[in-house]
C-alpha cells in the first residue's frame, strides 16, 4: 500500500481503501467487492463520515438480539475479510456466534485464503470451507445459497454485513431472524432484514464489539425488551430523512 500522509484530508478513507486493495492483491477480495465498497464510501460521505444516533440503537438491538440467539452465525464475504478481520473474531467470541464464510462469487480457493487469514487472526474455527459440511438453501438464487451445515443452515440468528440481493428474505421466510450492516438504508437487505445498522462497517464492528460487553450479564428479558423495542423501517426511514437534510444543507 502506498504511503498516506497523515496530515491528507481524506487520510482515513484512503487507508480503508487500502486495505481492501491488500486484500485484492492477496485473493480475498474480489474486483466487484471494490465496486461495492465505492457505493458503501459514497453513502458514508453523504453521511458525513460519522456514525449515526440509529446505527447506535442498530448496534444495541443487534448486540441483544445475538446475545439472546441459540445458533448465531456471522456471515464473512472477501470484503468483511479484508476490512475488519480482527474485529468479526472478536464478535465472534464475545457472542458464541460461528463466523462462516458465503461469497457472493462462489471459489473453492477464495474460501479457504478467507478462512486461513481469519485464523491467522485468531478465529478458532471457521465454517463454509469443508465441503464435507456443504448444503444448499434453494431459495437463494446465487453463490450464496451454499451454506454450512453446522452454520448458517442451523442458525437462529445470522449477521450479513455488505450484501444487497434475495438471501436475507429466504433465510427469514425459513425463520431465521437476519441483522445486516449496510451503508444503503435503500437496499433490499437493509429492507428486508430484521435490524439493519447503517454505518460503515469499520466503525460499526468496534462498537458492536463493546456493546455486546457491556449487554453480556444482561438478563434474558432486558435483551428481549432492547430487542423488541427496536423498530428497523422506523430507523431506516431516519437514516433516510438524515441523507435528504443533510443534502438539503449542503444545497443551501
Ligand atoms: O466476496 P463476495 O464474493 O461475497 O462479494 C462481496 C460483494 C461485496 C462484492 C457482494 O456481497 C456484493 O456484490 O455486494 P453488493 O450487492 O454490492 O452490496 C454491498 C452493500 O454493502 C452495498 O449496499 C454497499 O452500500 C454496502 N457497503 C459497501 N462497503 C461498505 C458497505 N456498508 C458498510 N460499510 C462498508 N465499508
Same mark, same amino acid.
Do not use: C, W
Given at each position: 500500500?502506498?504511503?498516506?500522509?497523515?496530515?491528507?484530508?481524506? #487520510?482515513?478513507?484512503?487507508?480503508?481503501?487500502?486495505?481492501?486493495? *491488500?486484500?485484492? +492483491? $492477496?485473493?480475498?477480495?474480489?474486483?466487484?467487492?471494490?465496486?461495492?465498497?465505492?457505493?458503501?464510501?459514497?453513502?458514508?460521505?453523504? !453521511?458525513?463520515?460519522?456514525?449515526?444516533?440509529?446505527?447506535? +440503537?442498530?448496534?444495541? /438491538?443487534?448486540?441483544? @438480539?445475538?446475545?439472546?440467539?441459540?445458533? %448465531?452465525?456471522?456471515?464473512?464475504?472477501?470484503?468483511?475479510?479484508?476490512?475488519? %478481520?480482527?474485529?468479526?473474531?472478536?464478535? $465472534?467470541? /464475545?457472542?458464541?456466534?460461528?463466523?462462516?464464510?458465503?461469497?457472493?462469487?462462489?471459489?473453492?480457493?477464495?474460501?479457504?485464503?478467507?478462512?486461513?487469514?481469519?485464523? +491467522?487472526?485468531?478465529? +478458532?474455527?471457521?465454517?463454509? &470451507? *469443508?465441503?464435507?459440511?456443504?448444503?444448499?438453501?434453494?431459495?437463494?438464487?446465487?453463490? =450464496?445459497?451454499?451454506?454450512? =451445515?453446522?452454520?448458517?443452515?442451523?442458525?437462529?440468528?445470522?449477521?450479513? %454485513?455488505?450484501?444487497?440481493?434475495? =438471501?436475507?428474505? #429466504?433465510?427469514?421466510? @425459513?425463520?431465521?431472524?437476519?441483522?445486516?450492516?449496510?451503508?444503503?438504508?435503500?437496499? =433490499?437487505?437493509?429492507?428486508? &432484514?430484521?435490524?439493519?445498522?447503517?454505518?460503515?462497517?469499520?466503525?460499526?464492528? %468496534?462498537?458492536?464489539?463493546? !456493546?455486546?460487553?457491556?449487554?453480556?450479564?444482561?438478563?434474558?428479558?432486558?435483551?428481549?425488551?432492547?430487542?423488541?423495542?427496536?423498530?428497523?423501517?422506523?430507523?431506516?426511514?431516519?437514516?433516510?430523512?438524515?441523507?435528504?437534510?443533510?443534502?438539503?444543507?449542503?444545497?443551501?
Amino acid at each position: 500500500m502506498s504511503k498516506i500522509s497523515p496530515g491528507h484530508p481524506r #487520510a482515513e478513507s484512503l487507508r480503508i481503501r487500502g486495505r481492501l486493495v *491488500d486484500g485484492f +492483491k $492477496a485473493g480475498l477480495v474480489v474486483s466487484e467487492g471494490l465496486a461495492a465498497h465505492g457505493r458503501g464510501e459514497a453513502f458514508d460521505y453523504i !453521511m458525513g463520515e460519522k456514525t449515526a444516533g440509529q446505527a447506535k +440503537k442498530a448496534v444495541e /438491538a443487534a448486540a441483544a @438480539m445475538l446475545l439472546s440467539a441459540k445458533r %448465531p452465525v456471522i456471515s464473512i464475504n472477501g470484503n468483511v475479510a479484508a476490512l475488519v %478481520p480482527n474485529e468479526v473474531v472478536k464478535l $465472534a467470541d /464475545a457472542t458464541g456466534a460461528e463466523l462462516e464464510v458465503n461469497l457472493f462469487h462462489g471459489s473453492a480457493e477464495r474460501e479457504a485464503k478467507i478462512a486461513r487469514y481469519l485464523r +491467522k487472526h485468531g478465529a +478458532k474455527e471457521v465454517l463454509g &470451507a *469443508d465441503k464435507k459440511f456443504s448444503t444448499k438453501i434453494e431459495e437463494i438464487h446465487s453463490d =450464496r445459497r451454499k451454506v454450512d =451445515r453446522r452454520g448458517i443452515a442451523a442458525a437462529d440468528v445470522v449477521l450479513v %454485513p455488505l450484501e444487497d440481493g434475495d =438471501r436475507t428474505e #429466504a433465510l427469514k421466510k @425459513m425463520g431465521k431472524k437476519v441483522i445486516a450492516i449496510d451503508m444503503n438504508p435503500m437496499s =433490499r437487505t437493509a429492507r428486508a &432484514a430484521n435490524i439493519t445498522i447503517v454505518d460503515n462497517i469499520v466503525r460499526a464492528l %468496534p462498537h458492536f464489539v463493546r !456493546m455486546v460487553r457491556k449487554l453480556s450479564r444482561s438478563r434474558r428479558v432486558r435483551l428481549h425488551k432492547i430487542v423488541n423495542n427496536f423498530d428497523n423501517t422506523k430507523n431506516l426511514n431516519a437514516m433516510v430523512e438524515l441523507i435528504s437534510k443533510r443534502l438539503e444543507n449542503i444545497s443551501r
